[in-house]
T-cell receptor, first 113, second 112 residues
Framework: NAGVTQTPKFRVLKTGQSMTLLCAQD?????MYWYRQDPGMGLRLIHY???????AKGEVPDGYNVSRLKKQNFLLGLESAAPSQTSVYFC????????????FGQGTRLTVV | DAKTTQPPSMDCAEGRAANLPCNHS???????VYWYRQIHSQGPQYIIH???NNETNEMASLIITEDRKSSTLILPHATLRDTAVYYC?????????????FGTGTRLQVFP
């Protein structure tokens, strides 16, 4: 099993450009999450989804949009990238239920110049 | 969501037990304590979780105080590969609002 796969692994954008980060999981998990991690800091939740067709805001949602059209995929979009969005982005998924562990992808390193 | 407090850094000699404390004094009765770790800049890795009983698995032990206001993660025989940032998370799963909120964690340095 691949687990949680993030695409791309690295990307450099110019200010104002748009892009979409893809997260795919093959574990049939209901819940999926997008986090960002800035240097020396912990992970901050951007958006999350508790099922296909549903999304919700996390701690730092501004400047990002998400979609969950298929259960296995969770897309994170930046409509107009800003240097403040330079970060490492992590996706995670887990089964429904509080007594379950989350699985994380290996991250996408995004630089906005 | 209940917040957690962890020391920013700790050291541990290789082969010794590493005891990582976490304070979660505002935890509610339906909230679990989870521990994850992050090695270098990799994605976080699940370690263990518990509600009120002590838990043990192949990686670690989790000791939760009787009042549930604090817990300790124990790595019984730390190795150099255990050097990482360890996150203590209190997780509540209400209907359609399940989420993991990370704090700043404890940076554990295991030395030879």
């Amino acid at each position: 099993n691949a687990g949680v796969t993030q695409t791309p692994k690295f990307r450099v954008l110019k200010t104002g450009q748009s892009m979409t980060l893809l997260c795919a999981q093959d574990m049939n998990h209901e819940y999926m999450y997008w986090y960002r991690q800035d240097p020396g800091m912990g992970l901050r939740l951007i958006h999350y989804s508790v099922g296909e067709g549903t999304t919700a805001k996390g701690e730092v949602p501004d400047g990002y949009n998400v979609s969950r059209l298929k259960k296995q995929n969770f897309l994170l979009g930046l409509e107009s990238a800003a240097p403040s969005q330079t970060s490492v982005y992590f996706c995670a998924s887990n089964r429904q239920g509080i007594d379950t562990e989350a699985f994380f992808g290996q991250g996408t390193r995004l630089t906005v110049v | 969501d209940a917040k957690t407090t962890q020391p920013p850094s700790m050291d541990c000699a290789e082969g010794r037990a590493a005891n990582l404390p976490c304070n979660h004094s505002t935890i509610s009765g339906n909230e679990y304590v989870y521990w994850y770790r992050q090695i270098h800049s990799q994605g976080p890795q699940y370690i263990i979780h518990g509600l009120k009983n002590n838990e043990t698995n192949e990686m670690a032990s989790l000791i939760i105080t009787e009042d549930r206001k604090s817990s300790t993660l124990i790595l019984p025989h730390a190795t150099l590969r255990d050097t990482a940032v360890y996150y203590c998370i209190v997780r509540v799963a209400l209907y359609n609002t399940d989420k993991l909120i990370f704090g700043t964690g404890t940076r554990l340095q295991v030395f030879p």
